[in-house]
């Protein structure tokens, strides 16, 4: 089997960090990835800031098969992803006639001043990612996709991206409800099974039930589907002995 | 005026990162830390793997005034944070007197059994954070403040330190609607409001109106609210001249 595809997602804006905005880019990225075989193993939210985003940058895409990011592509000065992942991967940047191109479908020749000419700044080497609703693209360049903030449009900016990623064989997971047993009752066992099973992940996820008390669920996760099905099998084993 | 106070955010879960769980705790404490006047300045999800907590608890307590984090206090084999705290801060750790104390309250000494007594390992030298909701109790140790990834749960805990974290002025913000005007026919003007006025951050958001087309809105941030002020009455002159 191959070796598994990993991922990093870097969330990008004030507006995430001081509340303003709350944040549905992770879940969904999260979801889409673990779709298509791809492990995302960590996301981060940085503010507008060229330092911080540079930093961020060169630690995940280093680290990861692929960095996603979202936010800072727009036309007001504080958009400045593109300018800093240029400087993070050390090249150029500037307007690209292919950008001008796709932001003429939608504004004038008198409509494009230079706040969205910006939207056209794109670094040296990077294909463009289609934006089918307002048209300024994101961009991939290396193992770095850059798209936009607005949920919907980071949603299409994927759907073009998804089927060029290079993806590893697909988590399959299975969800147990522990019938009622608290967490404290199974804990010992669980852990035992999670030992004999060593090709899958089991995790166990308290939430509140409507009504009151806690709802406790045990997800298995492997790549096997036969180590899945034989690790929740020792699951149910385990809670049906309690 | 007092050095603002920083803090990071650090959510602890493979079930965020598989897209399982949705997180709710980054908005929850952006909110809360931009009321009291702290400022947010990153947010990071990582799985539950000790290297990786370890290195992310060191690379964001050292850098802000505070870290908080949230989830794998538990007690399943999944629930390794209080374990990897420790071990980022080069401190011992073990059963604690108080936090089974406070684990009695819930529990008779039959039903603690040693999966519950792992919620009582606590770091040396943690203060404890009460539980209100089901007693295992966060820490608090240097500045990093562990609580709990169940959503109401961590805001009770986040409730029991709020009024005890040193906080600086509070950011006060103005929210402007551009009144129709697309970012990119105010992008130029906004970007020079920006530059005449240092001491307040100016941001520029769209999303999606219902029924269709954008809704763009301006907000203005700042610890001064006579110059937030004076940044907003800027922006509404430099819209209305458009």
Redesign the interface.
């Known amino acids: 089997m191959s070796r598994p595809v990993t991922a990093a997602f870097l969330v990008i804006?004030?507006?995430?960090?001081?509340?303003?905005?709350?944040?549905k880019n992770?879940?969904y990225i999260?979801?889409?990835?673990?779709a298509v075989g791809i492990?995302?193993?960590?996301?981060?939210?940085?503010?507008?800031d060229e330092a911080?985003i540079v930093a961020a940058v060169n630690a995940l895409r280093t680290r990861y098969d692929y960095l996603f990011t979202s936010g800072g592509i727009?036309?007001?000065?504080?958009d400045i992803t593109a300018d800093a992942v240029a400087k993070a991967l050390g090249v150029g940047i500037g307007e690209d006639p292919r950008a001008i191109a796709l932001l003429r479908e939608r504004?004038s020749e008198a409509?494009l001043?230079?706040?969205?000419r910006?939207?056209a700044r794109i670094p040296q080497g990077a294909e463009l990612v289609a934006n089918p609703i307002?048209k300024a693209p994101g961009f991939w360049i290396g193992n770095v996709v850059v798209m936009a903030g607005?949920p919907?449009i980071m949603q299409a900016m994927m759907d073009e991206v998804g089927p060029k990623l290079r993806s590893g064989a697909k988590?399959h997971?299975t969800?147990l409800d522990s019938g009622g047993h608290p967490?404290?009752?199974?804990?010992?066992g669980?852990?035992q099974v999670?030992?004999a099973h060593p090709a899958v992940?089991?995790?166990?996820?308290?939430?509140?039930k409507e009504g009151g008390g806690?709802k406790n669920q045990i997800?298995v996760?492997g790549r096997e589907p036969a180590a899945v099905e034989a690790a929740a099998a020792a699951v149910r084993e385990m809670l049906a002995r309690l």
Chains 1, 2 share one sequence.
């Open positions: 804006g004030d507006e995430i960090l001081s509340g303003r905005t709350k944040d992770i879940g999260a979801d889409y990835l673990a492990d995302l193993k960590e996301a981060r939210v940085v503010p507008d911080e727009g036309p007001t000065h504080d504004f409509d001043n230079p706040a969205r910006r939207m307002s607005v919907s988590m997971a969800t967490e404290g009752d199974y804990a010992t669980l852990a999670a030992q992940s089991i995790g166990s996820y308290p939430s509140f806690f997800v996760r």
